[in-house]
């Protein structure tokens, strides 16, 4: 028997290995999890900064219950797409100064920086943008509250005028609001129930009301394509868009310099253009083979038609642009000009191309033969146009002529078209590129070959063109052919063939680049035909306001299908137009 006042047995020594199972420790516990909250809500953080810039897919429309909400829902996207375009414009001039920042006096680098960054540019493209997306948003979400669907257009017009008369606007607009509460909350709204009953008070006196057919069975979705969904479905009345992005686009565009609101009012009008004929021809059924080509060739043709003839209805850094890319000289293009106007040209322009170090022999004599007979008393002109041999200096046969500014064109073009095939991969998909390199690289270097030989042929084809209709007329006159048929080759309406027969050269590009090449020119034929067009009086001149007005037409446009039938706007618009507007 053990002695009482023995202790207590000893404790067993801890083994050696380390414990099988997991020892807890309360403090530890809770600061892994206090970690874990904290991450959480940093991640969150991040999630709503990173909204405040790029808005994600599938965003939800958002709802406005008054006129106050809309004012607001305005005025918080107006600021925010203020600031991106600030952002993005500031962005764009920075990236262009540090290109040449070589070359500008050190004194000189901190001011041009600052001004790069926080200059008049960056301002008017953040107001421009702001004005646009406060007053688009006001205006959409603001006309279903001012003009509810139950009631007529012409009614509530009458209405409202009433109101304004008797200046009782808001007092009228919140009994109607509470009014269309109480209908929609009330169980007699129901249009099924017969009238006996909303007269009586008993209950046999109503009709039994038919069971509601059951919704058809669709595919579950994520939450994000849900919201995705409810966004595309939840379509407008036409009229809202249409009037809300005419206001708004004719009042922002102001606040751009003069010079930059040309050409976006001719680019929204274009590609207002494009959607409202891609929704009216999907709705009547109506298709048109190779349209985007079509589209092509007719700009093509009246831009042709503009350089050759009358370059002042097209804008100079366009003309220069045009210049490098024909391989054509200046001084051609100004003689054929000056023939095509007025039988006359300035010998001075031969004599430059006299000048020229590469000139090839056999085109020296014939040219020098040309410049004695102009200089002579009295002066012999020759044809209407330009001396095909002044088209091409350097090459002695037109049949020689394909093949060099084919190769010269597409060697230009090359590295052009394959950073703007290769960079944006880069840029928006760097993991695609970085999981299959190869295939990242092959089809930059497949496109890149494509676009660079659709200019090359189009440049060919022209060429062609030209050295052809002024060896036609040569001959023609040779053979002493009819007086109608000289007039209709050496016409000014004859260089639109060749425009247009270039313009097939788009065949060759990628079907997916069609459309978008098609928007690029055919701004820049609308403006060329409409210059001339005023210059024949066919038109008004321009007035003070055109470019506004050119800029509502269009934004009411692009905006009407972008709010009901966005698909039929082309992706690079329709991404656009959603980051900084969002749905509604």
Not at 505 to 510: D, I, T
Request: proline share 8%.
């Amino acid at each position: 028997m053990a002695s009482p006042s023995a202790g207590p047995p000893p404790k067993p020594a801890p083994p050696k290995r380390a414990p099988s199972y997991i020892n807890f420790t309360p403090r530890r516990a809770m600061a892994s999890f206090e970690n874990l909250v904290a991450l959480a809500n940093y991640e969150e953080h991040l999630r709503e900064a990173r909204k405040m810039v790029w808005r994600d897919r599938g965003e939800p429309a958002v709802e406005v219950g008054d006129l106050g909400e809309c004012i607001e829902h305005g005025l918080r996207g107006g600021l925010r797409a203020g600031s991106i375009a600030f952002t993005i414009r500031s962005g764009v001039n920075l990236i262009l100064l540090l290109v040449r920042i070589r070359r500008i006096p050190r004194d000189q680098v901190l001011a041009v920086i600052r001004r790069a960054i926080f200059g008049e540019d960056s301002f008017r493209a953040g107001a421009m943008l702001g004005c646009f997306v406060s007053l688009y948003r006001i205006l959409l979400n603001a006309f279903p509250i001012i003009f509810p669907v139950h009631i007529p257009l012409s009614t509530r017009i009458a209405q409202l005028y009433a109101a304004i008369r008797a200046g009782t606007l808001q007092r009228r607009i919140a009994d109607a609001e509470s009014a269309l509460e109480d209908i929609e909350e009330s169980p007699t709204s129901s249009p099924e129930v017969s009238p006996v009953s909303r007269r009586g008070t008993h209950a046999h006196f109503a009709e039994p009301l038919p069971r509601p057919p059951r919704p058809p069975r669709e595919a579950r979705l994520s939450v994000t394509a849900q919201a995705h969904q409810q966004w595309v479905r939840k379509k407008t009345r036409r009229w809202h868009a249409v009037i809300a992005g005419a206001v708004a686009g004719g009042a922002a565009v102001l606040f751009e310099k003069r010079s930059r609101q040309t050409i976006i009012s001719q680019q929204l009008f274009v590609r207002g253009l494009q959607g409202s004929y891609n929704a009216y021809s999907e709705r009547k059924g109506i298709r048109v083979p190779y349209g985007d080509v079509l589209v092509f060739s007719l700009a093509c043709a009246q831009i042709m038609y503009g350089y050759l003839v009358r370059p002042e209805t097209l804008p100079r850094s366009y003309i220069k642009w045009i210049d490098t890319a024909s391989r054509l000289p200046p001084e051609t293009v100004s003689m054929n000009r000056d023939l095509a106007l007025t039988g006359k040209f300035n010998v001075k322009d031969l004599e430059t191309i006299l000048e020229t170090p590469y000139i090839a022999p056999r085109n020296a004599t014939e040219l020098a033969v040309k410049h004695m007979l102009a200089t002579a008393n009295p002066p012999i002109w020759g044809y209407p146009n330009a001396p095909c041999l002044a088209s091409h200096p350097g090459v002695e046969n037109c049949t020689d002529v394909p093949m060099d500014r084919f190769v010269s064109v597409f060697k230009w073009m090359f590295p052009i078209y394959g950073a703007l095939h290769l960079l944006p991969t880069l840029i928006f998909k760097p993991k695609v590129a970085v999981k299959t390199p190869l295939r990242t690289f092959l089809r930059a270097a497949w496109g890149t070959t494509r676009s660079s030989a659709f200019l090359g042929i189009f440049v060919v084809i022209y060429q062609s063109y030209f050295c052809a209709k002024v060896n036609t007329s040569r001959v023609l006159a040779d053979l002493g052919a009819p007086i109608w048929l000289l007039r209709l080759v050496r016409s000014r309406a004859s260089y639109y063939l060749g425009g247009f027969l270039s313009g097939l050269s788009l065949l060759v590009e990628a079907p997916r680049r069609r459309p978008e090449l098609a928007m690029y020119v055919l701004p820049k034929g609308l403006e060329s035909g409409w210059r001339v067009a005023r210059g024949q009086g066919l038109v008004p001149n321009k007035t003070r306001y055109g470019e506004a007005l050119l800029t509502a037409i269009g934004m009411g446009m692009v905006m009407s299908t972008y709010q009901n039938d966005p698909q039929h706007l082309s992706g690079l618009v329709r991404r656009v137009l959603y980051q900084f507007i969002g749905p509604n």
